[in-house]
């Protein structure tokens, strides 16, 4: 556990710790690798500018990290008014595990693409709490620290996203 | 999958998308984040080092020190603050004499520069001074002097060591001389009459402030010849009454041309060498009054600028007058210790000095050598005058009150404080029932006397309004016995009366303002008749009554305005 950063190594150890997890939330919320790129690298930049903000006995080194990409994701959605989203067939393949049952495979891939879809027709607002929640696993407590929201209301407003989520995929079948 | 996804399918859905980073992007980004680290890092080290090694000199890091360092300051804060508090009155008074004469170098500018633009010179947008909006900013600027001279002047009323106070007193004399003579040059500069107004106005003020000037300045000299512990000086500022007065009566091209043949009479029979300066403002004057007979209602006819520069001019005579006799005085002092000392023969050397001095190759004229000796005698009074009052005084007195404690001085000094607020608060109170019976006298008056007389009157009682306030009431009683036999004597003197009230004109304010017994209060309750009456009694009281002055500051015999 990092409890201060405060020489290069301590950024270098920061760094190799939470890079994926944060380049990974970035990815999934804009779709692009070139915008998961600079985000996450932005992200480690301000991390450091930012160093002496941390606060280990008030929050880990994980939230805070992801308080920051929040963040940087806010400013790169002021900046980018239109939510591109990667070409379906790139992501896929590029996400393919190698598997032998190709047919269950295949079906289950289109299922996840369809979720995945609907995921990404939802707002910014309802992306941030399931995103954390179900890619990063991070409990209810510090997704309402990381988004800055109360407990209750991060708890709800997850719930509600995925009741939203469920009645489109309902609608659509 | 069903149709309804759960978290797990969603979780799934996630964890199928997430992706991992390029190694080409960890390698940039960690080299990117390692030189920003170094760099700061270095910065870092540099920043705190140096600061650190600053602190040491400024901050100790010790609480207990820091706590010193704070009482320190403290304490250093408090000496600040108790000693700008307690600023002698002498700074204060300097501070303000600097201010005034930054004013009065604004106003000189002024002047040059609209000299300049009066210049008749080719071009395109030709400006007149009068056009000029900052007629407005030099009304405020010399409205702004007259307050600050007068805060000077109160300032030097403070201070207790005689010579300080001489000092000072010079200082401000010096001022207001050179004020007189600038706001003359402005006044002809300026052409909007209430602007004109109020420089005439701040003239007159300052002239006759720097007559109290300087006699309380030569008070303080005499004091420390005398060796005096104290002085007390008592000059009356210039009081929000008197504006008024001066508002109500205006500047009338009657008073002003009348101010201005006084003091033409005044330059020939002081005899005084009229130099080139005063020449051209003698020369605008006559200019002025020229485009008033033509036209009294003409938009050219100035009578404010009349009076303020009559009364500029008067002023700077009396200022050379007093500077020669002066002169004189110091030559006969000087005579009579040499005669004290034996040699004797310096008395004729010394006379033809002053000769020259006064003259400039010109010669005495009989007049004035009157003149020069009337103002000595009227000092002589003066002096005896101040001696009696002394001597009462010191009757009066304990021989333990001879010489006062610091503390008695003080005392002394803030019921003389006291005394004149409540004057000036009488005097506010009289001036505004009398106002209107004022102006039923005056009718009254015009009826029994020639109408020749009408103008003259009206100075009298303009200045009897204005001038005579700082009367005490010692003579009320004498005047309200006399009242009968007022009437009567009157009706006898009535050309003796006529002849007489022009003296008295003539003679200035100077004159009448200095007398202490002066019968105000009779003016207001007592008919027309009394104003001519005790106008004689004033000329009997100043040679008679002398010893029943009640303040310091009236024994100038300049008495204040108000």
């Known amino acids: 556990m990092i409890n201060e950063i405060k020489s290069s190594q301590d950024l270098d150890a920061l760094f190799l710790e939470f890079h994926k997890i944060i380049y990974n939330y970035i990815y999934a919320r804009t779709s692009r690798r070139e915008d998961a790129d600079d985000i996450a690298q932005e992200v480690f930049f301000r991390a450091w500018k930012y160093r002496k903000s941390y606060n280990a006995k008030k929050s880990n080194c994980k939230t805070w990290l992801f308080t920051i990409a929040h963040n940087s994701l806010k400013d790169y959605y002021k900046k980018q008014s239109n939510n591109s989203t990667t070409p379906l067939e790139e992501e896929i393949y590029d996400t393919l595990p190698g598997t032998t049952d190709i047919a269950a495979e295949i079906s289950e891939k289109m299922e996840s693409e ?60 | 999958m069903n149709q309804k996804p759960t978290e797990n399918d969603v979780r799934q859905t996630f964890q199928r998308k997430s992706v991992q980073p390029s190694e080409e992007w960890i390698d940039v980004t960690r080299t990117k984040l390692q030189k920003l680290a170094i760099a700061d890092d270095s910065f870092d080290w540099k920043f705190n080092d140096v600061r650190r090694y600053l602190m040491q000199f400024f901050i100790p890091n010790n609480s207990f020190q820091m706590k010193k360092a704070f009482a320190v300051l403290s ?126 106005e701040v003239i007159e003020d300052t002239a006759e402030e720097n007559e109290a000037v300087e006699e309380a300045q030569e008070a303080a000299e ?36 009348t101010l201005y043949e006084k003091v033409k009479a005044e330059i020939e029979t002081s005899g005084i060498e009229v130099d080139k300066k005063l020449q051209k403002k003698i020369d605008r004057v006559e200019k002025d009054i020229e485009k008033c007979t033509e036209n009294s209602k003409a938009k050219n006819c100035k009578a404010g600028r009349i009076k303020g520069l009559s009364r500029a001019i008067q002023s700077k005579i009396k200022n050379n007058v007093r500077k020669l006799e002066k002169e004189q005085k110091k030559n006969k002092k000087k005579n009579n210790d040499d005669l004290t000392s034996g040699s004797g023969s310096v008395v004729d050397i010394d006379e033809e000095d002053v000769d020259k001095i006064t003259k400039k190759g010109k010669g005495h004229s009989a007049e004035s050598g009157r003149e020069r000796a009337m103002g000595q005698d009227k000092k002589a009074k ?181």
Do not use: C
């Not at chain 1, 709490?129 to 510090?142: G, S, V």
């Not at chain 2, 009757?395 to 001085?409: A, C, F, H, L, Q």
């Open chain 2, 222 to 257: 005499e004091a420390v010849e005398n060796e005096e512990e104290t002085v007390v000086v008592d000059i009356e500022t210039e009081d929000e009454d008197k504006k008024g007065k001066t508002e109500k009566y205006d500047f009338r091209l009657e008073t002003a041309t």
């Open chain 2, 75 to 200: 304490v250093v804060v408090l000496f600040g603050g108790f000693f700008l508090l307690n600023q002698p009155a002498t700074i204060i008074a300097r501070e303000k004499l600097d201010d005034a004469r930054q004013i009065l170098a604004q106003l000189k500018s002024f002047n040059q520069t609209g000299e300049f633009a009066k210049v008749e010179e080719p071009s395109l947008f030709p400006t007149t001074y009068a056009d000029s909006t900052e007629e407005d900013e030099v009304a405020e600027a010399v409205e702004e002097l007259e307050e600050t001279l007068d805060e000077a002047i109160e300032e030097a009323e403070e201070i207790d060591d005689p010579a300080q106070t001489a000092e000072i007193l010079e200082e401000i004399d010096e001022v207001q001389d050179e004020a007189i003579e600038i706001l003359a040059e402005t006044i002809e500069n300026v052409e909007d009459e209430k602007v004109i107004e109020t420089i005439a």
């Open chain 2, 382 to 562: 003066k002096k005896e005058r101040k001696g009696k009052m002394n001597a009462e005084d010191r009757e009066d007195e304990s021989p333990s009150d001879e010489r006062m404690s610091p503390g008695g001085k003080k005392a002394l000094k803030q019921s003389k404080k006291v005394e004149k607020k409540e004057r000036k608060e009488t005097r506010k109170a009289e001036k505004n029932k009398n106002d209107d019976s004022d102006i039923t006298e005056n009718i009254d008056e015009e009826e029994e006397h020639n109408t020749e007389d009408i103008p003259e009157k009206k100075h009298v009682e303009s200045k009897g309004g204005s001038k005579n306030k700082g009367n005490s009431n010692k003579n009320e009683s004498t005047d309200k016995t006399d009242e009968e036999s007022d009437t009567t004597e009157e009706e006898e003197n009535n050309t003796e009366d006529i002849s007489e009230k022009k003296h008295i004109e003539s003679k200035g304010k100077s004159e009448n303002k200095g007398n202490s017994n002066k019968n105000k209060s009779t003016d207001k309750t007592d008919d027309e008749s009394d104003t001519t009456e005790n106008i004689d009694e004033e000329e009997e009281h100043n040679t008679e009554d002398t010893g029943s002055r009640p303040s310091k500051g009236n024994q100038g015999g300049k008495g204040k305005k108000k």
């Open chain 1, 114 to 173: 369809k979720i995945w879809q609907q995921v990404k027709g939802l707002n910014p607002r309802e992306q941030n709490p399931l995103t954390l929640r179900y890619q990063q696993d991070l409990p209810i407590k510090e997704i309402s620290t990381i988004l800055g929201m109360e407990y209750s209301t991060a708890k709800v407003a997850l719930h509600r996203t995925l009741k939203k989520l469920q009645q489109v995929m309902l609608k659509n079948h």
